[in-house]
């Protein structure tokens, strides 16, 4: 609604395997404590009514919150691509942005973010 009240845009990066799992013990195992598990997500729905509301961008974050850093080519640009794709399938637009889990990343992970079609 806020957005709403004053025009403004935000984009939404969104994972896509983002139910009834901790994201956080992808960076390290002793993270595990579930928080990220019991947080409220956004459903194919609502992220499908936030994309056609012209006011928010959605952007993809991997299929599953992965350290692409510890992945190796094929499984990074599966996390890159399969998400791009999922997206575009369900917000029926293109998806243009990315967000690096964690932050992390390595000039090959830009090389194949651009490779899968990122801006």
């Known amino acids: 609604p806020i957005l709403e009240k004053y025009q403004a845009k935000a984009t939404i990066y969104v994972v896509v395997d ?3 799992r901790d994201w ?3 960076k390290k195992e002793h993270h595990n404590s579930g928080e990220l598990m019991r947080e409220a997500k956004l459903n ?3 992220v499908k009514q936030l994309a056609d509301s012209e006011l928010i961008e959605i952007g993809s974050h991997t299929l599953t919150h992965a350290n692409l850093n510890k992945l190796d080519d094929t ?3 599966k996390e890159l691509s399969d998400s791009k794709q999922w997206l575009e399938q369900l917000i029926e637009k ?3 942005s990315f967000a690096y889990p964690f932050g992390i990343y390595s000039d090959r992970d830009v090389k194949l973010a651009k490779q899968s079609g990122y801006s």
């Open 18 to 20: 983002r139910h009834d």
């Open 24 to 26: 956080s013990t992808y």
């Open 44 to 46: 194919d729905a609502q």
């Open 75 to 77: 499984d990074c640009l």
């Open 94 to 96: 293109p998806v243009t």
